[in-house]
């Protein structure tokens, strides 16, 4: 029994070790590209260079607006600019190849089915969305108030749609064309509701997280050009070029985005 055990101990330990050269992850939570892969990760982190702007909330608790029993329950914050106090990160930055040169056949198809887009306390939840042009987004409401989900496109169809109050299953919506930059969505319903949905047909682009980071995996080698984007500073970067290497992760470490961009 003891021996027996004892080589579970190993098979396990043999497959801890086969995982971890698959996936490396660093110590400040970004992946690392698996030695002897064929493809390469980018990471990197956005930070604003200057004082952190103060913006008021959009809607203030107890304001007089409509719904404002579920509307101004609590303060609607102003999304348009999210900074992280500490490290001064930049969130919802859209980095993205508007068109890769070619895309490898495994990756060409999403390996999700759908995204989900919610709607609580009169916000869209998340603020930034990437949308494959073969997903659906699925679009629920978690408020015991009506929303509507208007969406403004450049190449694919506008949708205006009602939400019933607290739909858990949602509604689909289909954005089959890509778009070459994110598009506005918003609530007719409560005005001040807004966020963006960038619509691509392939995987390598990324939204920054609350600490201005972000990855783009599975990138064949070569040269790639991105496009760095923010809904308040319209282009950080409309062409920022880097060499990937097949097994490998080319950080680009801190990029500082003055503050006056986002004036």
Request: aromatic fraction near 8%; charge should be positive.
């Amino acid at each position: 029994m003891k021996k027996l055990d004892s080589a579970r101990v190993l098979l396990a330990t043999a497959c801890v070790a086969s995982a971890a050269l698959l996936v490396i992850v660093s110590e400040t939570g970004a992946r690392a590209a698996a030695p002897g892969s064929k493809y390469g990760i980018v990471t990197g982190q956005f930070i604003l260079d200057g004082a952190i702007p103060d913006l008021p909330p959009i809607v203030k608790a107890g304001e007089a607006v409509r719904d404002a029993a579920v509307c101004a329950k609590e303060e609607v914050p102003n999304e348009e600019l999210v900074i992280d106090p500490k490290s001064k990160g930049i969130a919802n930055i859209f980095v993205y190849i508007r068109k890769p040169k070619n895309v490898p056949a495994e990756f060409k198809k999403s390996d999700k089915p759908y995204v989900e887009f919610d709607q609580k306390g009169c916000r869209f939840i998340p603020h930034a969305l990437i949308v494959r042009t073969d997903q659906t987004v699925k679009v629920l409401s978690g408020d015991p108030v009506a929303h509507n989900t208007h969406t403004h496109p450049i190449r694919n169809q506008a949708v205006n749609t009602a939400i019933k109050p607290n739909d858990r299953e949602g509604l689909p919506f289909k954005k089959p064309i890509a778009e070459s930059l994110p598009m506005r969505v918003t609530c007719d319903f409560h005005p001040w509701m807004k966020a963006y949905w960038l619509v691509l047909d392939h995987p390598y682009a990324a939204v920054t997280d609350e600490e201005g980071r972000f990855t783009i995996e599975n990138l064949p080698p070569g040269e790639h050009e991105f496009v760095v984007w923010h809904e308040r500073a319209g282009y950080v970067n409309r062409k920022l070029t880097v060499k990937v290497e097949a097994g490998k992760t080319t950080d680009l470490k801190t990029q500082s985005v003055p503050a006056s961009k986002f004036n």
